[in-house]
T-cell receptor, first 113, second 111 residues
Framework: KAGVTQTPRYLIKTRGQQVTLSCSPISGHRSVSWYQQTPGQGLQFLFEYFSETQRNKGNFPGRFSGRQFSNSRSEMNVSTLELGDSALYLC????????????FGEGSRLTVL | LAKTTQPISMDSYEGQEVNITCSHNNIATNDYITWYQQFPSQGPRFIIQGYKTKVTNEVASLFIPADRKSSTLSLPRVSLSDTAVYYCLVAVRNAGNMLTFGGGTRLMVKP
């Protein structure tokens, strides 16, 4: 059974640009959540989707957005990039919503110059 | 919303038992507690999950006291390969709450 796949694994952007990250969950999993990981802030919850609906959202500005498709694949977008957006963005899937048993991808490492 | 607090780092030696405690004040009645292990350049990996009392699987035990304001991850007989960062996570059942990770505990296992 394939795990959670995130693309791209690494990317470099400049301030002001926008970026879209993709996440393919484990087959059959309907819940996808996104996290930002930085050395200073640890793992910060961004948002969670279940059956194409955003169920929860963390304390991030509106520049951070996401969506989930009917096949449960998810994308997150960050617009008007800032230097502080440099981080590892992790996606996790789970079989149901509101469960801590998450299966993480290896992440997309974003560097903003 | 529960807040989770963990020690920043711990050192141990091969073969010892390691206990990492996480404090989660104001945990809601329906919150589970979940622990993850993370190696550099990898996503966190699920270790164990519990709601109350004690849970044990093939790699760890999780102890949760009656008041559920803390939990302790117990790793028996650690090896060098257990060197990693360990996170506790308070999961919630109710819609509208967000998942909250602790700050992570960096475990260093020495030979």
């Amino acid at each position: 059974k394939a795990g959670v796949t995130q693309t791209p694994r690494y990317l470099i952007k400049t301030r002001g640009q926008q970026v879209t990250l993709s996440c393919s969950p484990i087959s059959g999993h309907r819940s996808v959540s996104w996290y930002q990981q930085t050395p200073g802030q640890g793992l910060q919850f961004l948002f969670e989707y279940f059956s194409e609906t955003q169920r929860n959202k963390g304390n991030f500005p509106g520049r951070f957005s996401g969506r989930q498709f009917s096949n449960s694949r998810s994308e997150m977008n960050v617009s008007t990039l800032e230097l502080g957006d440099s981080a590892l963005y992790l996606c996790a899937s789970s079989a149901s919503a509101n469960t801590g048993e998450l299966f993480f991808g290896e992440g997309s490492r974003l560097t903003v110059l | 919303l529960a807040k989770t607090t963990q020690p920043i780092s711990m050192d141990s030696y091969e073969g010892q038992e390691v206990n990492i405690t996480c404090s989660h004040n104001n945990i809601a009645t329906n919150d589970y507690i979940t622990w993850y292990q993370q190696f550099p350049s990898q996503g966190p990996r699920f270790i164990i999950q519990g709601y109350k009392t004690k849970v044990t699987n093939e790699v760890a035990s999780l102890f949760i006291p009656a008041d559920r304001k803390s939990s302790t991850l117990s790793l028996p007989r650690v090896s060098l390969s257990d060197t990693a960062v360990y996170y506790c996570l308070v999961a919630v059942r109710n819609a509208g709450n967000m998942l909250t990770f602790g700050g992570g505990t960096r475990l260093m296992v020495k030979p």
